[in-house]
């Protein structure tokens, strides 16, 4: 399962959930539309949990025997729970302390929302998709949004977002998570 932890294996993962570029007609940007929705479906059925937290602490762990590897121990509290977690809960997970060297790292007081994968056998994880599976989360509790992430998918009344919005509230993000969910 050591595999699913490399860094071949972690980039290949990174390209099964790219966003495809966007183009200027209005006829390409639904289809692009389309294609971020089935992204965010894609991240959302990879993902064994799904949460928004504050990261309490970070913790390089080396590898002792030579039949260990190097891991970094984070943890967060647990403020919205969408899978696999539940709220106010303390939740530390373990990731490859090769994947910090792609620049995945937590800082103490950060606000993230993440899609993690279901941990392997070894008990590691990482956010779906690298970064596509991780977003920030501001002091006024509202979803950052990054330009190679999915876009959301459209809302009840079956409008789209407006174009260039760049925060949504949890609530709202966590309303096109189940609407992905159950797609």
Not at 144 to 168: C, D, I, M, Q
């Amino acid at each position: 399962m050591l595999v699913n932890v490399s860094p071949a294996a972690a980039q290949e993962q990174h390209r099964n959930f790219a966003p495809r570029k966007s183009y200027n007609s209005a006829q390409e940007q639904r289809r692009n539309q389309t294609r971020y929705v089935a992204d965010l479906r894609k991240i959302t059925r990879a993902a064994g949990t799904i949460f928004a937290g504050i990261v309490t602490s970070v913790r390089h762990t080396p590898a002792s025997k030579l039949s260990e590897i190097e891991t970094v121990q984070i943890s967060f509290r647990v403020d919205h729970a969408i899978r696999g977690t539940r709220a106010g809960e303390n939740l530390t997970i373990h990731e490859w302390a090769g994947l910090w060297s792609t620049g995945d790292r937590y800082r103490v007081g950060e606000h993230v929302l993440l899609f993690l994968y279901p941990p392997s056998k070894l008990g590691l994880t990482s956010p779906v998709g690298g970064p596509l599976g991780r977003f920030n989360v501001d002091q006024a509790d509202l979803v950052v949004l990054k330009t190679e992430t999915p876009k959301l998918p459209p809302n009840n009344a079956g409008t789209e977002k407006p174009p260039g919005k760049s925060r949504v509230s949890y609530r709202e993000f966590s309303r096109a998570i189940h609407r992905a969910a159950e797609e």
